[in-house]
């Protein structure tokens, strides 16, 4: 009984094999009927196989035509996209400027800068006249960090580079800057408008400016005569004794301006009415506009007293007070150079003086000198 049992248990798995094949061929070959004719399951299984990738490459096709279609489709809204919205690079005028500014501009954005040509850039010209007065001068060596020296020609950049880290070449088509230009000549005049444009730059960028003639001798930092309240700040020819009197004589050879929209636009007005006041050089158009500037655009315009920023036009005589000096009504670079030579000794004189004989105020120079009077 056990015996048959254990036959039975392994019999079973192989007759139900048995079973499932003949019940599968039974299937595969049974007869069908489509379309009035008969077909076997497997020829059947075979067409519609057939229809189906058909059915479904033709969808994949239908598929990618239409991917295509919206890829197509979408680089042309890119492409018109672009060139609506392409606008034209516009190259940068005064290039390596902005780095300039960065490296040496003060915490709160203000640089100080001058303008030299070769004439005065040379050795014993200009230039370094203007550089001993912040090293022999009270306190204002550590502006020489914030100070960009301007240069109008080649041979400037050489001979500035070689006494100044901090110098900038500014070039003008069609200009040779590189001799000495006679006040009101047609490359001085030309020479102060570059200069003017160059100043409009720096605003826009963000950045204040305090601009100073390189025939100007710091003694003392003329920044501490400048108030937060103005827009523009000027020296002056002729000082009526009130800083808000638009009636003073501006000297824009020390001007200070601070960037907002408003002296932007100022700087515009100012460059745009060179046009209409030909032929003449910033200052004196400046002049012409200042009404319109306070008035039209509410600029807000302040004079320095000549007894702080003088010059051989109109200085005060007291050294306990003066910062700069400027060597104005004076024409020749010769002259200039002589009589701010006498300045920087009479200056040496006064700063070895006792602090009891500095106080009595009763020493003075010799301004304008020999070769500079008007």
Known sequence: MGKSAD???????FLLGVAATLVCLTFYRSKIIIGGHERSLEAFA???????????????KKEVASFDDRLISRKEVVNQTTVQNATPVEEEPFPGLLPLLKRVATNDKTVIMTSVNEAWATPNSLLDIFLEGFRIGEGIQHLLDHLIVVTLDPNAWNLCTAVHP??????????????????????YIDLVWSKVKLQRRILELGYNFLFTDVDILWMRNPLKHITVYADL??????FLGDPDDINNYPNTGLIYVKSTQKTIEMMNYWIDARNRYPPNHEQTIFNFIKADLAGNL??????????YCGGFCNHGNDLNKICTM???CCVGLQAKLHDLKQIIEDWKFYTALPIEEKRKGLFTWRVPGLYCMH
């Open 326 to 328: 400027h060597a104005n």
């Open 166 to 187: 901090h110098c900038y070449p500014l070039t003008v088509d069609g200009k040779n800057f590189t001799s000495e230009k006679v006040f009101m000549s047609g490359d």
């Open 7 to 13: 036959m039975l248990r392994h019999a079973t798995p």
């Open 46 to 60: 075979l067409i519609n196989a057939t229809q189906v990738n058909s059915t479904n490459i033709a969808c994949e």
């Open 233 to 238: 700040t000027a020296s002056s020819d002729e």
């Open 298 to 307: 509410t600029v807000k315009i302040q004079y320095i007293d000549t007894s």
